[in-house]
């Protein structure tokens, strides 16, 4: 804006709220990531329905294991309010100063909302294109033809906005429990429209991984709110909600693929329930599979081993699925991705440089700062990181890391735009006289 704006400049504190230890990356990792890691790591193989060779050893164990400890000692980092408390003063020029208001924060106007909806869904519409000219293909779909979406084509550079999605979640659900500014209804056209063409999308595409992409950043920037009038019992409840969630992921993942698969498998299993815990437990471990065979082809084992190119990388994947991998099982992994790009010299830095960074993103959404918005999109990645690889290769952030970084470039800029008027204290009576007297 050319003209400065004057305004009221608002409290630095943060509204208090109660965040259960899986939020911090740390205890994430170590409560959840880790056992996921030994579980399938000592599970028996035969149980996949993949037709791909077994790749996955102990020695493959180990470096996921590595992994976890480097990036728990970066989340511990990140995490820290001295780290914290060292950023700040970097942007000051006396740290004894009061922190400045965060006018960014105040000032996102719900406009921005609206403005990532439309692009959402605009998107969504040409990313649908080929269903809406031709209706009879969803009955097709519905059917259990899973070749049909692979005949549709993206359009690189305009459908890939459709990922914008994680950010619009992490903001509606900030704004529903009053970390940003702005009331918000749960239940609103809204809402509806961002949530429902996320399940169309995953029911038409077979892409499951997007509606988790709206629905986990809705629901860990809303929680805060929930938390303020939960009892005792369910306090305790989110507590151990990491170790309910396999199940809960078991029968929405179970439900879906009756959908998606279970007419052409049907013959092949007991029930559709065991259907569902083998697919599932086997896209998990051919990730892994996947993670170590790449792994393997780079050369990690036999001698130092720098970062890889993209095209080196393609070379090795798209080789191995000539003949020795099951195309239909294709998660690249997540540790075991992240070490093949990086290579065994680098690898320990970068998983140490990445805990920081989901520290310092949980860091900054506890004290309810833009950089927070990172945090629903870490966390993601987290959860993920056994099958795929959210912030070393997927450019399924892309969008949303470009809208949040243009977020923080314009929250920077507002102290030089905008004047602000600070209130003068209001002494209580009699106050001045005794700071004279003593």
């Known amino acids: 804006m050319s003209a400065q704006r004057t305004i009221h400049a608002y409290s630095a504190e943060v509204p208090r709220f109660w965040l259960p230890w899986w939020y911090r990356p740390s205890r994430l990792l170590l409560g959840a990531t880790l056992p996921a890691l030994l579980i399938f790591s000592f599970s028996d193989s035969t149980k996949t329905l993949s037709r791909a060779q077994l790749f996955f050893g102990s020695r493959d164990m180990v470096v996921g294991l590595i992994a976890i400890v480097c990036l728990v000692i970066g989340a511990l980092i990140g995490e820290s309010k001295m780290l914290s408390r060292f950023l700040d003063s970097l942007t000051r020029r006396n740290s004894t100063l009061q922190p400045p208001p965060r006018l960014g924060e105040a000032l996102l106007s719900q406009n921005f909302d609206r403005f990532l909806l439309a692009v959402f869904l605009v998107t969504h519409v040409i990313f649908f294109r080929n269903f809406i000219t031709n ?8 059917g259990g033809d899973l070749e049909l979406k692979h005949e549709f084509k993206t359009i690189p550079g305009v459908t890939t906005w459709t990922q914008i999605s994680m950010l619009l979640a992490a903001i509606r659900g900030l704004r529903w429990a009053g970390i940003l500014p702005g009331q918000v209804k749960l239940i609103s056209v809204f809402h509806l ?64 693929e009756y959908f998606r698969s279970w007419q052409y498998y049907a013959g092949q299993h007991s029930s559709v329930l065991e259907f569902g815990w083998l697919r599932l437990y086997t896209y998990y471990f051919e990730a892994m599979n996947t993670g170590a065979a790449t792994l393997a082809g780079s050369g990690f084992y036999d001698g130092p081993t720098w970062p890889l190119s993209t095209a080196g990388y393609n070379h090795i994947y798209d080789g191995l699925y000539l003949g020795a991998l099951d195309v239909e099982y294709n998660n690249p992994s997540g540790i075991w991705y992240i070490a093949t790009y990086s290579g065994n010299v680098l690898f320990a830095p970068v998983c140490l440089f990445l805990g920081c960074w989901h520290g310092m993103a949980w860091r900054s959404f506890s004290m309810g700062r833009l950089f927070g918005l990172f945090f629903p999109i870490s966390f993601l990645g987290l959860m993920e990181i056994i099958r795929i690889s959210y912030w070393a290769g997927l450019n399924r952030v892309l969008p949303s890391t470009l809208f949040i970084i243009i977020l923080l470039v314009w929250a920077a800029s507002l102290k030089k735009r905008v004047r602000v008027y600070h209130e003068p204290a209001v002494e209580e009576p009699g106050l001045h006289h005794q700071r004279l007297s003593s």
């Open 135 to 142: 209706p009879g293909l969803i009955a097709g779909v519905l």
């Open 193 to 256: 429209l961002f949530f429902a063409t996320l399940f169309v999308r995953a029911i038409l595409w077979s892409e499951r991984l997007a509606l988790i992409e709206g629905v986990v950043p809705f629901f860990l920037c809303a929680l805060p709110r929930l938390t303020t009038s939960m009892s005792s019992f369910g306090r305790i409840f989110i507590r151990f909600f990491p170790f309910i969630v396999p199940v809960l992921l078991l029968f929405v993942f179970t439900a879906f």
